[in-house]
Every structure is written in C-alpha cells, then in structure tokens.
C-alpha cells in the first residue's frame, strides 16, 4: 500500500499536496514550501492523488486551502490530478520540456534552475502561454516562493538575461528537437549547462518562434489528450501572440477573477492580445467552485465535490451588419487593452475601454456580485455620428459541455431554445449518476422586451450556442443589451435564478439583484428587458386645503424604486406660496405602482390669482426609468382670497331728516309716528296682562 509522509510546521497556513518520486528536486520543494509555513503531504508519484487530498483532511482539517507541489516528469500528471480535485494553486520546479504548465483556473509559480538553459527558455514560453508565474532560481527559492505566498494572484515573471545568436539558436534548436529527442529533458537535468551559456537570454531580443512549434502538447510530440482535463495543457496561439518579451505584454493572457457567494470562481478575459473568438475582451474563460459543496446527482440525491470546467470563453461579443448571427474573429470586440474596476463596485464590476465597430462607439461592462451567483454583462452602443446605423450583435459562447451538452430547461418550461425564451439552461451530461461540470442557465431577454432576439440557437451535443439582436441606433443614441448567466452545483438553482434574473425581481431588500451598479441613464438605455416607465401628473389645489399630493406612476410593478425630482417656481414664489419637501424623493414600494409625496402650500391671506409650480423628474434609480413623455407636469395652486366688496357712500334727500319742532307731514315723520303708535300700544296690551 502506498505511503504519505507528512512535514508539519510549526504554524501552517497551507497545505501542499506534494506528488514525489523521491528525487531532489522532490525535496527542495519541500523544504522551500515548509520553511514558509506550509504543511506538506507527499505522495508517490505513482500513487493516487486522492490519497494526499484524504490524509491532509485527517491532519490538517477542512479548513486551511490545498495546493499542489511537483518537479520534473511528476508535473503534467500532478497538474491534471489537481485539477480534477479542484485545487487552484500549484508550485512547479523543472517542468519538463515540451509539458505545459499553468492553467487558466489555477494559480502557478513555475521555478526553473538557472543552470538548465533550455528548461528555462521553455518554462518561459509554457508559463505565459499558461498565465503562470516564472522565477529562475539558484540553489534555494524560499524568498520568492514567500513573496509569490503573499499574493499569488500577481502574475511574475523574471527575465532570462543577456543574450547572444548562438543561445538563441540553441534554445530554438532545443524546442523544435524535443519531440525528437525524448532524452533531452532528463538529459538537461541531469547535465547543467555550461557556465557561459547559463547567464544567457535567447529572446532578450525578441527571438520569433515559429507557431509549428507552439501549438500545445500535440504539436511538441506528448500524447494527445485523452480527456478533456487532458486537453487544457495544450492552447494553440496565432503567429503575433509569440514574439519573444519584446512583443507580448506581461498580461497578454490576464483575467479578472471574481468570487460569488455559492463559491463560484469566474475568470473575466482582461487584455487579450490574441485575435481568437474565445479569447475576446470581456468573455468568460473559465468558472469552477473553490470548495466542496453538495452536487446534485441524477438520482436526486447529491454528493459532495467542486463542479468545474464552466466555459472554454463564453459571452464573445461581435457586431457586424443587420442579420449576422454567429461570432466572426474579424468583428469581435477584443484586443483593446485592459479593464479598470468600476470605482463605485469595487471588487464586482469592469469596465472595458470603447472600441469602434460598424460605426458605432462600443463598451462592455462584467458585473459579478459578491453576494449573488451570476454574472452580468452590459453592453453599450453609442452612435456618435448624425446617421442612423443599424447592425447585428450578440454573441460567441463555448459553455465547456463539448458534445455531452444537455438543455436543462427554459422559460417556456420545455428543452427546446427558441426566439421567446427568456433563459435556457444546460448542463453537461451525467456520466452515471454524476456530472463535474457547473450546471448554467442563460438569460437572454426579459418578458416584454422592446427590442427582441433575431436568432437563438441551443442545440443538445453542441457546446457553442449563440444569440443574437439587430438593432437600430439613431444619432446620439445610446442602447444597451444586457444578458446574464448563472452558475450553481444544481440544475433546478441554475434555472430557478434565471427566472428571478429575467423578471427583474426584487431581493429582501427592495432593489433588483440584476440592476445593482448600473446607473439611471445606463438602466434607461437597456432595450432588451422592459424597465418600467416612470411619469408625473400635473393637478391643480386650494391653498386652503392643505399640502398637494404630487403622485408618480410607473408602467409596471416590481421592485422598490426611487424618484427624485426638481420644483421650480413659475407664478408662485418659494416660501411664500409653497416650500420643498425635505428630500426631494418619493419612494415606490417594492410591487407599488404610484408613489405620493407631499408639497406643503402656504395658506395666504394675499388677494391674488392662481399661480404655478414647475415639477421635473431628474433621476430614478431601482426599478424604473425616466419617462420620456411624462417626466415634466404643473402643480397649480388655486388662491381663495376675495378682495372685501366697498359698498357706496348712503346718500339722503334733505327731507328725509326728522323735524326739530312740532308734526311733520314728510314720509320720515310718518314711519317714525307709525312705529311709535306700535310701541304704546305693546305696552298697554302687555299691562293689561299682567292685571288679569
């Protein structure tokens, strides 16, 4: 039975998985990884990896993160193992010639002895062809193996040195003569160069490399991979993406990686010079989950393992004239440099550089949330000219399901893609009860959209599906399309967030998980899901009847939103006829269609006409935009103050004056002789009353 030895320091922070045929080389690495804190569990070469995964569970416990460590011929068949457990760091020393190393999910530093030249030049073009990390080191790596511990997401490489024709004939000779010459790589080790020739560099100068030689494991005589684990060492590059140190960036082969909350790691494309559809800026490269979490099986129940292998570059972009359907290399948004985060989500959101494309000024955005399991992309379409250009977009996907591609499901709640589906999910096929992969839903569109798909193609067996809009973009317009995809260890929570993501749902919170770090102008300008539209009604109030309750409305119900608006007096006066609330807000709860606020009115005693204030909508942010017909109404008040009513002065005829002396014949005396007859005559009758 095989046998694992344990090197336990003092404080581990890691553990190594180190896969030993008991040379050397085996036991630098050990003592290099030990001496920096690192636990080491060695396992023979020719035992089974899963061995070290299971002692370094009994001694070290779940919790500190695995790698793997190997040198020499151990290194392809360590790499390959790892992967497959689902590790994504891996210190290498002496890969062999002709073997890649590095791989776009894993984390790699790649140490290679200063005496061997050609293992050198060849960890040098393997480390960057595998995102990999490269150091030349003497005798001891300890102090760079410490610094690439404390931030292995840093992508290093050392030069090789001074350079000279005849090494630079040597190196190539060596390259284009390994699969020739199987004896060459233990040959090199085994005898160091000479002294003269260590201190070399063959591509100080930019030494081209003939892409016959470089075109993975195949093309250097290894075997051809017989899985699809297997097929990752090997990537075949254009003729321009191998120029030597002079012609390719340290970043050539970058990505942006994000972490969600279910464990899902994913690999944004960042700064890819070469030319491929896979490789476009802004696709995903690969997806796989960090740590072990319960998967489902196709009996229904689940086991526990890391689902990986998600995309082979996902989400390409093209545009191209009206009625294109598939991803053209000629018209893909790639090579035009890298990414910077989005200041206000940093950590969750790129934002790629703008590229002229069919006229049109175009720009990507990735969002991946911390707290979410998916990832968005945006993409922007600006016409900066004073013509309307219409085009075809979409996109390239490769889902990394190769030919065991299944459809999960869909919106319309069958396994059949087509142009009104919202989403569509898939998955690669079991193999028994089991399957490795990410199960992934795709969303395309969300229910109502204004703008709709010109093609949707989803095919059982094919890995590539592709979708695609034609658009129209008047002068100074602005359009954006928007899509999604979701990652989860279960189909049934793939297709279940597709759902959410399509129907702009709210979260606990009130806010649309799908909309967060977009702005109200980017929101508005989405045209493939119906954000509702958000409007103001004019009315008309007494000013004796209290505040006016201004009331917005939006098209549709859904999540929480926030209006915020402007009043400017037109015929009333600030203060004096009315005030502003304090914000100016109103607030839609999450399924409301209206929201109220109230403007105080100042009840005032100043005779005065109906008078007006102007009310704008200046931004809405959650769920809705700004209407373009209804953001502007008038808030009249109606004034209720009457100017009093002056009554003329009472005029007299000279004989209506009562006399001064003696009877008088004038109508006045009369009436005041009448009513004086009337009086006696009460308080006689009121007398007599009072007798009886």
Not at 349 to 369: A, E, N, T, W
Not at 678 to 685: E, H, L, P, T
Request: proline residues 6%.
């Amino acid at each position: 039975m095989s046998k694992c030895v344990v090197r336990r320091p003092l404080a581990a922070t890691a553990v190594a998985i180190l896969s030993t045929d008991g040379g050397v080389d085996d036991a630098r690495l050990s003592d290099a990884l030990a001496a920096n804190g690192v636990a080491v569990v060695c396992v023979p070469s020719d035992a089974d990896f899963a061995l070290g995964m299971q002692v370094a569970d009994t001694e070290f416990g779940p919790l500190l993160p695995r790698m793997v460590a190997a040198s020499g011929s151990s290194v392809p068949q360590a790499q390959r193992a790892a992967r497959r457990a689902g590790l994504s760091s891996a210190v290498l020393l002496n890969a062999p010639l002709g073997r890649s190393v590095g791989h776009r999910s894993m984390e790699t530093m790649v140490f290679v002895d200063r005496a061997m030249l050609s293992t050198r030049v060849w960890g040098r073009l393997a480390s960057r062809l595998g995102n990999a990390s490269y150091r030349v080191v003497d005798a001891s790596f300890e102090a760079p193996l410490r610094s690439w511990l404390a931030n292995p997401q840093a992508v290093v490489r050392d030069p090789l040195g001074s350079t000279t024709a005849v090494a630079a004939l040597i190196a190539a000779v060596t390259l284009v003569a390994a699969p020739l010459l199987p004896m060459a790589a233990s040959a090199s080790a085994a005898a160091p160069a000479p002294a003269h020739a260590a201190q070399v560099d063959p591509f100080a100068n930019g030494v081209r490399v003939g892409t016959h030689q470089i075109k993975g494991e195949r093309a250097l005589g290894a075997r051809p991979a017989p899985s699809k684990d297997d097929s990752g060492d090997g990537k075949k590059v254009s003729p321009k993406a191998i120029q030597g140190d002079g012609s390719v960036s340290a970043t050539a082969t970058g990505s942006k990686k994000f972490i969600s909350a279910n464990h899902l790691k994913w690999f944004v494309n960042t700064n890819i010079t070469f030319a491929t559809t896979s490789s476009a800026t802004g696709a995903m490269s690969e997806a796989s989950f960090t740590q072990s979490i319960p998967v489902t099986t196709s009996a229904g129940g689940t086991v526990a393992a890391k689902p990986n292998d998600a995309f082979d570059g996902y989400n390409s972009l093209f545009v191209d004239v009206a009625g294109t359907t598939l991803a053209k290399t000629a018209n893909t948004y790639n090579q035009n440099g890298a990414a910077t985060d989005d200041p206000n989500c940093v950590n969750e959101q790129v934002i790629f550089p703008i590229k002229s494309m069919q006229g049109l000024d175009v720009s990507r955005m990735v969002y991946v949330p911390a707290d979410g399991d998916f990832a968005r992309w945006m993409n922007t379409f600006t016409n900066p000219t004073d013509t309307a250009i219409t085009v075809g977009v979409g996109t390239g996907n490769n889902v990394g399901s190769d030919n065991n591609t299944i459809i999960t499901g869909s919106s319309n709640a069958d396994t059949t893609a087509d142009l009104t589906d919202t989403w569509i999910g898939t998955m690669q096929n079991y193999s028994g009860t089991t399957s490795g992969d990410v199960r992934l839903a795709h969303v395309i569109q969300g229910p109502g959209a204004p703008v709709t798909p010109s093609a949707v193609h989803f095919v059982p067996g094919d890995d590539n599906p592709y979708w695609a809009w034609d658009i129209t973009v008047q002068p100074g317009e602005t359009v954006s399309l928007m899509n999604f995809a979701v990652g989860e260890p279960s189909k049934a929570a793939a297709n279940a967030g597709a759902g959410e993501l399509a129907a702009l749902t709210p979260s606990g919170d009130g806010t649309v998980p799908g909309l967060r770090c977009l702005t109200d102008a980017q929101v508005g300008s989405i045209r493939n899901f119906a954000v509702p539209d958000v409007s103001v009604a004019s009315l008309s109030v007494n000013e004796a009847a209290g505040p006016a309750m201004l009331t917005f409305s939006r098209t549709s119900s859904g999540a929480a939103a926030t209006v915020t608006f402007s009043l400017t007096a037109g015929s009333a006066t600030l203060g004096d006829d009315y005030s502003n609330p304090s914000p100016l807000t109103a607030t839609f709860a999450a399924g409301a269609t209206t929201a109220q606020v109230a403007i105080p009115i100042v009840n005032d005693t100043v005779v005065e006409g109906d008078e007006t204030v102007a009310v704008a909508i200046t931004g809405v942010s959650g769920y809705g935009q700004v209407s373009a017909s209804g953001a502007n109404a008038v808030l009249t008040i109606v004034s209720d103050d009457v100017a009093p009513t002056t009554m003329p002065p009472l005029t007299m005829p000279p004989d209506a004056l009562l006399p001064t002396t003696g009877g008088s014949s004038t109508p006045l005396g009369w009436i005041a002789a009448l009513f004086a007859a009337f009086g006696a005559a009460m308080i006689g009758a009121t007398r007599r009353r009072t007798t009886d």
